[in-house]
């Protein structure tokens, strides 16, 4: 005896589901497990390692398909690589309470580990443990959210905790070379985005060694390279401006 399966049915085993509502209708992707956060962290690049199919579901466990005129009137396109991708960075990743409970605490670990990383003690420059980050996070009700990227959120934790304690972002360590004709002005510009000047050598060129806060270094890049049209250039030396040892309470 046969059984008959209707075409517009898919199934699949193993999946997570990212789910998101749009024009009053609901769609689903079929994802592989542990990709979905690998995808929106950035660390996971290629497409095809996180979707299990470039299908958009009404229902992945009843595997029934969406409706081409449906996508085309939620989403302004019939594109369905588009659409997964959509559905991917806004979607909400279907677990069980369990799965999600383990993921939200190895994210608050992951959050606690880049702000450790990143910052320091501003007054005795030296690193605070990824344990005492995390203890302060808890002091401030830090929620951890499923759908930003622990970078992101890192960040937000940074502005949240300079209001309690000492922190600040380490600084970079850079070499500037620019050209002798604009030096002058050219330091003038830069003078407010360099917190340390370490050394200045005036030659044919001038060369400086500073740190700078690395929220500054686009701005200071950008300057040198229209500012010389290239001749200038800039290096970073190094990501921290830390002595040995981690902060303690």
Request: net charge neutral; aromatic share 4%.
């Amino acid at each position: 005896m046969s059984i008959f399966t209707p075409t517009n049915q898919i199934r699949l085993t193993n999946v997570a589901v990212v789910r998101m509502k749009k024009g009053g209708k609901r769609f689903e992707i079929a994802c592989y497990k542990n990709k979905v956060m690998s995808w929106r962290s950035g660390a996971e690049k290629d497409l095809d390692e996180v979707l299990q199919t470039h299908t958009v579901f009404v229902n992945v466990s009843k595997g029934q398909v969406a409706k081409k005129d449906d996508l085309t009137k939620a989403f302004g396109t019939d594109d369905l690589t588009e659409i997964c991708k959509q559905i991917l960075a806004k979607g909400e990743l279907q677990v069980s309470d369990r799965e999600r409970q383990t993921q939200l605490e190895t994210m608050f670990r992951d959050i606690a580990t880049i702000v450790a990383e990143k910052c320091v003690n501003p007054e005795t420059k030296r690193p605070y443990t990824v344990s005492l980050i995390e203890r302060a996070m808890k002091d401030i009700h830090y929620s951890v959210k499923a759908s930003k990227s622990t970078k992101q959120q890192a960040l937000e934790v940074i502005r949240q905790l300079k209001e309690t304690m000492e922190i600040q972002r380490a600084h970079m360590r850079l070499r500037l070379v620019l050209p002798a004709k604009e030096a002058k002005r050219l330091k003038e510009k830069l003078k407010p985005l360099l917190q340390v000047v370490e050394s200045e050598d005036f030659d044919e060129e001038l060369e400086m060694v500073c740190l700078v806060d690395p929220g500054c270094f686009r701005e200071i890049d950008e300057l040198i390279r229209c500012e010389t049209k290239g001749r200038g250039s800039l290096e970073v030396l190094s990501l921290k401006d830390v002595e040995e040892g981690d902060e303690k309470l």
